[in-house]
């Protein structure tokens, strides 16, 4: 059923926001990390087509003095597909980059996960595709 007079679709795309202090900086991290490049780009705010109608922006003009210390209450997640292994495949990867490691390759009830954080903290899990 679509829309009525007056009423408009739901868009099929959707944004995820992570707040940055600096965009350029976490651009870059993010980009060689997930081994993708930005599709939209301007001073404060960087974007990623992720497929699908879906992605991942970065926005430093939301938030003054965000550090790493600051309690973060929800991840960006990576799926993977494969094995438990290429769980424990990825984190080694990321952290042979340096990546600040939050928690090591364990078994949780949706499957093997481990989460990172990007420079101003924000949480990055990896697990596995539903």
């Known amino acids: 059923m679509g829309p009525t007079s007056g009423e408009h679709a739901v868009s099929p795309s959707i944004v995820f926001i992570v707040y940055v202090n600096d965009a350029p900086e ?4 993010y980009a060689d990390l997930l081994e993708i490049k930005p599709s939209f780009e301007t001073p404060a705010y960087i974007s990623f087509g992720l497929g699908g109608g879906a992605e991942l922006a970065l926005w430093s003009g939301r938030f003054d003095g965000l550090t ?7 991840e960006v997640c ?3 597909s494969g094995a438990p292994e290429t769980v424990d495949s990825r984190f080694e ?4 980059k340096g990546v600040r490691v939050v928690s ?3 078994d949780e009830v949706f499957g093997r996960t481990f989460v990172v954080a990007d ?9 596995p595709v539903d």
Do not use: K, S, Y
């Not at 420079?119 to 697990?127: S, T």
């Open 78 to 80: 990576l799926t993977v």
């Open 93 to 96: 990867q990321w952290r042979a």
């Open 68 to 74: 790493p210390r600051t309690e973060r209450t929800g």
């Open 119 to 127: 420079p101003d903290g924000n949480l990055i899990r990896v697990a």
């Open 104 to 106: 090591e390759p364990h």
């Open 26 to 29: 976490a651009a870059r991290f």
